[in-house]
């Protein structure tokens, strides 16, 4: 050990490192080259020296712990963990470390053959979608900029139960699970939130930190110094529709009934009470939501937002069949849940009575939902015809021009149709997209990706394709000009969903898994692997054949009239015929 400190080839003394610190000092200069790596432990310092012609590697082995908000930090923990480390050795858990990302990559990624800068893209997006949710912990949810940028300082939104939450429920269920718990853990929180606003139930905060407290500000400061008030967190109400969306998708595609029992249901009921004391009863009869801003956050203020209340429908009509699904599950579950709550049968039906008299703005003649009261009333504007999108309306049009405008910033009936396509008749989703598509700028960084999904499953391939590049790129080239705050996480979670969902055909159907893929020109071939209740199903298409294999059983139907068939582990092999596939036949 040197008796007096280190100096820098400046002459700058370096100060000596407690016992707790290491440091590495690397110096270059015209002729001279070094690094200085200072290391202390026990009380003795190391030194090495690498000239030009030499190469030196430095490991460090970390412990940690962790702690709940108020405990004292976890050191026995750390130290336990940094002993196993030790005693295992770095080149033992850089194995691990392998095997570890191995086995989550071997269940994500997409293979699209035709097509190299959007396979870049996908796995791009794929690595921050895997690295971002804990599956063993409730602690934390996933932030709106992943684990990347100090945008929107971590804070949980909608989007990661709408955009995230499919990519982990089909692909590592446990993450799903995990990203549930946390509102779950939340729910007292959002119970208080209703509370404090005059209503019953649960609602989710639009901005969610540790506590589930909403953490929304209430305004912002314009680039002219001018305060813009923040309405999202007193209107944006469709978040606890959204989480109730995301607990039934994922015991949809997990067959998750313990979670649905011992969480989901509770969240499902609980959200629904909150729709159905939010709903007030018109002078027409109807109910109706008023006050509240859609996905579309050009418009605040408005009444009877299509997604917002076929939304909360849907979920009131849900939560209606958790006594029967429930009683299937644990003959003791409905009970104990129904207890809890102080929910007796007569409220259930008090709910179905304001779920079916929702006004949702649809009109069964022309097939095409209103935004909101009024949407089709305001100056017909499409975005195609302002600029080259994606593109801010409010900036280019003014928040004046834009509020009176049929100028969207994101999918938002567009997102119903996506999220709700069970719901629909046919010839829905086509009509709505090609009148919702040109007059969207995609102001967002939610919309490119959810259009992308959409205009795949209605045939506009040629667009589907332009969407997905988008969002695709949409981080890569600093496509909405704030790369520094961190990536677009909901982003890439739409993106997955646009290549599986849209691309893929993938969906749950009652208790059967529908697949049905098309090709856009260009591609020759797509291959992804999900996972559907407790099976592992890889899905590869090349022209018109296409190629399943299971490592264990389930009941998948082809197409959008395919009949469900249990299949068994195996590989299979089917043909498209026309809009359709052939059944399903034994790959030998």
Known sequence: PPATPARLADGVPMPRESPALARVIAHMEPGRRFFEIHAVEGGSAAFAISTAEEAGRLTRIVGLGRARKGEPPPGDEAEAALARARAAGAEALVAQHRDAWAARWADADIEVDGDLELQRGLRFALYHLISSADPDSDLASVGARGLTGPGYRGHVFWDTEVFLLPFYAWTHPASARALLAYRYRTLDAARARAAALGYRGALFAWESADTGEDVTPPFGIMPDGVKMPILTGEQEHHIAADVAWAVWRYWEISGDDAFLAE??????????????????????????IERVIGPDEYHETIDDNAFTNVLARWNIERAAELPGILARIDPDAWPAVSRRLGLADDELKAWLEVANGLVDGFDPKTKLFEQFAGFFGLEDVKAVDIAERPFAGDIVLGRERTDRAQMVKQADVLMLVHMLPEILEPGV????????????????????????ALAARVGQLEDAVAYTRMAAALDLANGMGNASQGVHVATMGGLWQAMAVGFGGVAAVGSSLRIDPVLPPGWTRLRFPIRWRGSRVVVEVEDRRLALELDGPAEVRLGTRGEPRRLGAGRYRATRRGDGWSTPEVDR
């Not at 969480?263 to 027409?284: H, P």
């Not at 009509?431 to 960084?445: F, I, K, L, Q």
């Open 263 to 288: 969480k989901g249901a509770e969240i499902m009921l609980e959200t629904a009470r909150f729709w159905a004391s939010r709903a007030r009863r018109g002078d027409d009869g109807r109910f109706h």
């Open 429 to 452: 989703a086509e009509v709505n997209y090609a009148y919702y598509e040109p007059r969207t700028s995609h102001g967002s960084s939610l919309s490119p990706a959810i259009h992308g």
